[in-house]
């Protein structure tokens, strides 16, 4: 933190903390400061936009539709920002929220390069307590962590990385000026979202590429492409409708299934559909498609095998089409990657494909990285895109105790635990904010509720707010017998905490649809909110 100001100043206590500058960290100080109250956000980075920040990684660039992405709280913002692209590149996005923080002020309540180590709860002041990287503290009475599910970057441990020559780094830890890969040997770990996008752009630049792959994934076109100035008018004009749609689809995005149940439909009927919806941008493929493509089961398995087609037309040869073609886990049980251009990557003559589920690498020397088959793979860069340690990550390395010492890591040995996914027993006043769905569309409704949840406490003259046991016991219940019955749970990744080596297994994400989440807490509002205890 040397160069910035202190994260506090002796005796500092503020209503609220908001610890991460991302997305959600902004959105909550904008709605906490206008409603009144005390509130300072810290942010580790040295800029704020969260993973936008973060994952300067050449390629990368969101998959959603970027005017979902847009803050709906001021007319103003709404009419003079201009989304460039239908899939904004990473820059962009972070240049969005740079200028959300220059325009509503927000700077002056927010603390860059301020990296929080500790939170401890003091049950006798009901307060919390923060300590940083600089060794400064500060206090407040609530705490909101927005600290995103995808920010703890992790890299498998390698034997002999400390002998390798060249430069090693990960996809979500890029540095800000860039690592020039031009005629480099470059070698990329992973082939999730980080890994393909990455690929894609760097393998024309590059001397030689291994992509080292452990589990082949369903890639899908992307079809990004310039928002025009009249596209943007149009956009523009149906912002309302878009919300609107967003806040009735399952998942927030602006488009929903528009068929039933697909084995309902004759094998001709669904080609059709599939062959339509293929050539649409994003998500579409497979979400506006038919009600139970998402789902464990036989329509699941007909697309998938519809995707495998398409992957083996771009592939030109046997033995890339036995790599890259997916059948050991359903389509989207995984997060798929959407692309452009990745597979015909592998056609290039300066790329290698690396199997590392038959020859894992089994250590790293001075020259590059050693696989089972004892190949050694010539390296001057090795690119971890080996993902994160996803939704708890980011909380559980931290100090974090709350009631009577009870530490996070204990609390969540065997997963998270939480009431309505924002509070957890046994620590009052802490609030995590994690967006489901669609990314700003499911946010908004969540940060609101939080905020006058906040202010319902603060204001009313109350000390503090906790999830009850019981509530908690129910709500997560209920999530993990639904969880098991979903798709995501029929693979190893991070949503189900499979990627992390000791992590507990379970599905991370809800099991509700966001307009279920939202209509769920707005009821325990009205009721009192029902389930919280408040002192
Ligand atoms: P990820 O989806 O978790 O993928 C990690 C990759 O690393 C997987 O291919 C995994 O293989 C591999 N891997 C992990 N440990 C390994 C090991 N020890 N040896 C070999 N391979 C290993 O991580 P990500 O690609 O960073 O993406 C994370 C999420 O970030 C995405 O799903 C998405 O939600 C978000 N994201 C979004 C965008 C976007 O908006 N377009 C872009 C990038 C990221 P296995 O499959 O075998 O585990």
Redesign the pocket.
């Known amino acids: 933190m040397s160069g910035h100001q202190p994260a506090t100043v002796p005796g500092d206590h503020l209503d609220v903390v908001i610890v991460g500058g991302g997305p959600s960290g902004l959105l909550q100080l904008h709605h906490l400061r206008e409603a009144g109250l005390s509130v300072r956000l810290y942010e580790q980075g040295e800029g704020v936009g969260g993973?936008w920040y973060w994952?300067r990684y050449p390629g990368?660039?969101?998959?959603?539709e970027s005017y979902t992405y847009a803050y709906t709280f001021s007319e103003e913002l709404l009419k003079e920002w201009d989304f460039r692209e239908l899939?904004s590149a990473r820059a962009d996005t972070e240049r969005y929220f740079n200028h959300v923080a220059d325009e509503f002020g927000l700077r002056a309540d927010i603390r860059l390069g301020a990296e929080v180590t500790s939170a401890v709860y003091d049950d006798a002041a009901a307060t919390w307590s923060l300590g940083f990287a600089d060794g400064s503290r500060a206090t407040c009475s609530i705490l909101v962590t927005a600290v995103g599910h995808?920010s703890a970057a992790?890299a498998?441990d390698?034997a002999g990385i400390e002998d390798f020559r060249g430069t090693w780094l990960h996809?979500?830890r890029w540095p800000a000026d860039g690592v020039d890969l031009a005629g480099k040997r470059v070698g990329v770990?992973?082939?999730?979202?980080?890994?393909?996008?990455l690929v894609t752009s760097i393998a024309s630049e590059v001397g030689h590429l291994s992509v080292?792959?452990?589990?082949a994934?369903y890639c899908v076109p992307l079809r990004n492409k310039a928002i025009t100035a009249e596209y943007m008018d149009e956009l523009r004009s149906r912002y309302d409708e878009i919300f609107e749609t967003c806040s009735t689809t399952p998942t927030a995005f602006p488009y929903a299934a528009a068929y039933g149940p697909a084995m309902e439909y004759s094998a001709q009927e669904r080609h059709e559909v599939y062959e339509r919806l293929w050539q649409e941008p994003g998500y579409k493929k497979w979400l506006a498609g038919f009600s139970d493509t998402m789902k464990p089961g036989p329509a699941n398995e007909d697309y998938a095998e519809f995707v495998r087609g398409k992957i083996r037309e771009r592939l030109g040869s046997p033995e890339l089409v036995e790599k890259l073609v997916p059948y050991d886990h359903p389509f989207g049980a995984?997060?798929i990657?959407?692309e452009d251009g990745y597979y015909e990557v592998f056609n290039q003559s300066n790329v290698d494909l690396v199997d590392?589920?038959a020859n894992?690498?089994t250590h790293l020397v001075a020259e590059g990285a050693v696989t089972a088959d004892g190949v050694l793979h010539e390296l001057d860069v090795l690119v971890f895109?080996?993902?994160?340690d996803?939704f708890t990550g980011a909380l559980t390395t931290l100090d974090f105790r709350g009631s009577g010492g009870l530490t996070l890591q204990e609390k969540f040995r065997d997963g998270p635990r939480s009431y309505l996914g924002v509070m957890s027993a046994g620590f009052p006043n802490w609030f995590n904010v994690t967006a489901p769905g669609n990314f700003v569309r499911g946010l908004e409704p969540l940060v609101e509720w939080v905020t006058r949840c906040i202010a319902h406490v603060l204001q009313g003259g109350h000390r503090s707010i906790e999830a009850e046991q019981g509530a908690e016991d129910a709500w997560i219940e209920r999530i993990n017998s639904a969880n098991e019955l979903r798709l995501q749970a029929r693979a190893?990744?991070?949503f189900t905490g499979?990627?992390i080596p000791g992590k507990a297994r379970g599905v991370l994400t809800s099991p509700d649809s966001v307009p279920d989440g939202v209509a769920m807490r707005n009821e325990v509002a009205a009721d009192g909110y029902r389930g919280f205890r408040l002192g």
Do not use: E, H, M, W
């Not at 990368?60 to 959603?64: E, I, K, L």
């Not at 895109?385 to 994160?388: D, L, N, S, V, W």
């Open positions: 993973s994952c990368c660039r969101f998959d959603s899939y995808l992790y498998p390698i996809t979500g770990i992973g082939t999730g979202a980080s890994g393909v996008q080292f792959q452990r589990t994934t995984k997060r990657p959407c590392v589920r894992p690498i895109a080996t993902g994160y996803a190893d990744s991070y499979a990627n």
